[in-house]
């Protein structure tokens, strides 16, 4: 069996449902992980997922803020939600889901804060809480040893750790979700699984690899200056399964698009 995983930050699913069903009507991911659905769970559009083929659904929305969701065509069950820092926000969602044939997978869709504008702690508060939250990540998953079995951590890390994550490495250490500081910190959180990076398993790290481009550049394409805010990680045991990985560039370009595009990954069981 082959499945396929997407995730997308979709930046409000109720304003781009459109833009929902046709990424799954043309690619047909197995399970789709977003975040950033920016809606209460009883306004979700749950309706448009049934019709597209998609019955099984878990969410974890807010009015207005933040939110993620995971649909999927396969059952979801042991379905459950973690507030980091105790903060109220929708920014985690587990489920755990059994490919045909094989042992079950624990499910983990995260939306890690963005943390504002200004790289200090001691006079940006949404800055400390993004820090804060990665340290409980890497307490959290070191305590309940979250990948020593089969799992899988997609999301919005809302950082971009490696050189060529990035357009401008040196233009950028200084831009939050590129300074030293957040890449030290997700690679605490990396090494407390321990993971394997999917997409990086396939775009060798001096290659630039990105998943999101800034609605301020006029010509979004033609700048060109992404950053690779969005993540697969597989718990090691599941790193022989991978079987191939997607960026949809070409969804930045559709009208009204997320800032974001999906990221498909599949494995092979």
């Given at each position: 069996m082959r499945l396929t995983l997407?995730?997308?930050?979709?930046?409000?699913?109720?304003?781009?449902?459109?833009?929902?069903?046709?990424?799954?009507?043309e690619h047909a991911p197995d399970i789709l992980c977003l975040q950033e659905t920016k809606c209460r769970d009883s306004e979700f559009p749950l309706s448009e997922f049934h019709k597209a083929g998609y019955q099984h659904i878990a969410i974890n929305g807010q009015k207005g803020y933040h939110g993620v969701a995971i649909v999927s065509k396969l059952p979801l069950t042991s379905i459950s939600k973690r507030d980091f820092c105790d903060k109220g926000d929708a920014r985690h969602l587990a489920v755990n889901v059994v490919p045909d044939g094989a042992k079950p997978i624990a499910l983990h869709n995260f939306y890690v804060p963005a943390g504002g504008d200004e790289p200090d702690p001691a006079i940006n508060p949404k800055f400390e809480h993004k820090l804060a939250f990665l340290d409980e990540?890497?307490?959290w998953m070191c305590a309940e040893k979250i990948a020593h079995e089969q799992a899988i951590m997609v999301g919005d890390l809302n950082i971009a750790p490696l050189e060529h994550d990035v357009w401008s490495h040196k233009a950028l250490l200084k831009i939050v979700s590129h300074t030293p500081v957040e890449v030290e910190?997700?690679?605490?959180?990396?090494?407390?699984?321990?993971w394997f990076d999917a997409l990086r398993?396939?775009?060798?790290?001096?290659?630039?690899?990105?998943?999101w481009w800034s609605y301020r550049a006029a010509d979004w394409a033609k700048a060109d200056k992404g950053r690779r805010l969005d993540h697969v990680w597989v718990s090691e045991s599941l790193a022989p399964r991978l079987g191939g990985m997607t960026v949809l560039r070409e969804s930045r370009g559709w009208e009204r698009p997320s800032d974001h595009v999906p990221v498909v990954v599949h494995l092979d069981f």
């Open positions: 997407a995730t997308w930050n979709i930046n409000s699913v109720r304003l781009r449902i459109g833009l929902v069903t046709r990424f799954l009507a990540m890497t307490s910190k997700l690679g605490h959180v990396f090494k407390a699984g321990p398993h396939y775009v060798p790290h001096e290659e630039k690899l990105y998943t």
